[in-house]
């Protein structure tokens, strides 16, 4: 699953990937340039947000957050990048001040449906025990001008999760308005076990996750709006703060 520009950085793995590109297209001949680099794309992204919400979270704080990415992909399907963002102590509990994303995959099409599997390592530099990897899946489908996908993240067991695994379940909607270069989103998620911010504050330790939102394109520019807002009630504070309804402003770019 390629992380896009709003979920959920530059890594030396991605770019040592791209130099080695580079390097083979210098010293092969035109032709056979051509057939090397036909087969893969390199793409990026960078932005500022109002706050890096993930899964209905405020990670930085409700402060500001800056991300970006780079993605390399093969037409086969197969795909590897990276994605970080700045944060914020890692929410209201101190820790990492910043996330990075190692991903890969494999997205195609079957039966009509878009599919992509894959796996997402979060590291969160400075801290130790604290990283997490997700087994992610997904499948997606054009019901007219609407594009639906429903997908699930699961986290096994490990070190930094304790004794509980973690599941994340979504759907994410979207379509552009006809003539115009607005599109509009919404979103719906669910988690259950040690990755649930509410594990303290419920007996099921589940939470729920939802956003609306809309977007004006202009060339490689994007601006964006988003209403995020989760079902955790009530407990500490500090966990409201970062879990209540908020206005999510972006600028973004893709390049």
Do not use: C
Request: negative net charge; aromatic residues 12%.
């Amino acid at each position: 699953m390629k992380k896009g520009i709003s979920s959920r950085a530059v890594s030396t793995t991605v770019l040592a990937a791209a130099t080695l590109i580079g390097s083979f297209a210098v010293a092969a001949p035109a032709f056979a340039q051509d057939e090397a680099t036909s087969d893969w794309e390199i793409s990026g992204n960078a932005g500022v947000f109002s706050q890096y919400r993930w899964r209905g979270i405020s990670l930085s704080d409700e402060e500001v957050a800056f991300q970006g990415g780079i993605d390399v992909a093969h037409s086969s399907g197969f795909y590897v990048g990276t994605w970080g963002s700045s944060l914020a102590g890692f929410g209201s509990f101190g820790g990492a001040n910043a996330e990075i994303d190692v991903y890969a995959g494999y997205a195609g099409e079957a039966g009509g449906f878009g599919y992509d599997v894959g796996a997402i390592w979060y590291l969160y530099p400075g801290t130790s025990g604290t990283d997490v990897v997700e087994i992610t899946a997904s499948l997606s489908k054009e019901l007219g001008p609407v594009a639906a996908t429903v997908g699930v993240a699961y986290a096994p067991k490990q070190s930094s999760l304790g004794s509980d695994d973690s599941v994340y379940l979504y759907t994410d909607w979207s379509a552009g308005i006809p003539n115009t270069p607005v599109s509009l989103t919404a979103h719906f998620g669910y988690t259950d076990g040690s990755l649930s911010i509410d594990r303290g504050f419920s007996t099921d330790g589940d939470y729920l996750d939802w956003s609306l939102g809309a977007s004006v394109s202009f060339d490689k520019l994007t601006l964006g709006v988003a209403y995020v807002d989760t079902d955790v009630k009530g407990g500490d504070p500090s966990i409201n703060t970062i879990t209540d309804a908020a206005i999510v402003l972006s600028l973004t770019a893709a390049f």
